[in-house]
């Protein structure tokens, strides 16, 4: 039986929210970026938060947000980790560990070895690195587009920090990822979804099943 984290991420909804909990998600996360489909209100996610809290840790993803955006959402959603999935600077996800008191995730685009560099740097400051794909150019989200790369690229990277896998992933692949990477994480979010920002409770439970008998 696998090991590996898995994250739910861009839920929205009660019913999915307690599928990914019952079906044992170790992080659960919720989109606070008004372009993405999966975007949630403040209010709603701190409903959602409370289903989680003490289940699975929350993630609180934003991308490019001003310190008084992730103020609020650390005062209505008290989140265990901030994403920081924009093009913030090394620095600025120094702040937010200091200024939020939270942990720091940040989400580093790939497509090619020499983009794996730059994480190096993210290394220093962050918990946790999430290496995602590349968005198309017209793309106005960064993640969450269903877009695969190759996975071998993270075989025995060792950046003194745990890194999650994420981009293209769905209960048919999953596994394959996690044997070809190595990775001890992974993230899912349009891959567990029936249409565009809908989450799917079964296929939820399939992924979350396909992990954990990879």
Not at 9 to 22: D, I, R, V, Y
Not at 116 to 135: C, G, I, N, R, S
Not at 184 to 212: P, T, Y
Request: aromatic share 6%; hydrophobic share 45%; charged share 25%.
């Amino acid at each position: 039986m696998s090991n590996v984290k898995v994250k739910i991420c861009g839920l929205s909804t009660e019913e999915t929210m307690e599928a990914a909990l019952e079906a044992g998600a170790d992080m659960i996360g919720l989109m606070f970026f008004p372009k993405s489909p999966r975007h949630v209100s403040l209010s709603d996610a701190s409903r959602l938060v409370d289903m989680a809290r003490g289940r699975a840790e929350i993630v609180a993803v934003t991308v490019d947000m001003d310190l008084d955006g992730l103020s609020r959402i650390k005062e209505l959603v008290n989140p265990d980790i901030f994403q920081l999935h924009g093009s913030e600077a090394p620095e600025a996800c120094a702040a937010v560990k200091v200024m939020q008191k939270t942990k720091v995730m940040k989400a580093v685009s790939i497509s090619e070895k020499a983009d794996l560099e730059k994480a190096h740097y993210y290394a220093t400051v962050a918990d946790w690195l999430l290496f995602d794909a590349k968005p198309p150019k017209d793309s106005e989200i960064p993640g969450g587009n269903g877009i695969a790369y190759d996975w071998t690229l993270l075989k025995d990277l060792d950046l003194g920090k745990p890194f999650m896998l994420s981009g293209g992933l769905d209960p048919s692949n999953v596994a394959e990822a996690i044997r070809l990477s190595g990775t001890k994480a992974v993230d899912v979010s349009s891959g567990v979804e029936r249409e565009r920002g809908v989450k799917d409770s079964n296929l939820i439970r399939s992924f979350m099943a396909a992990v954990r008998e990879a």
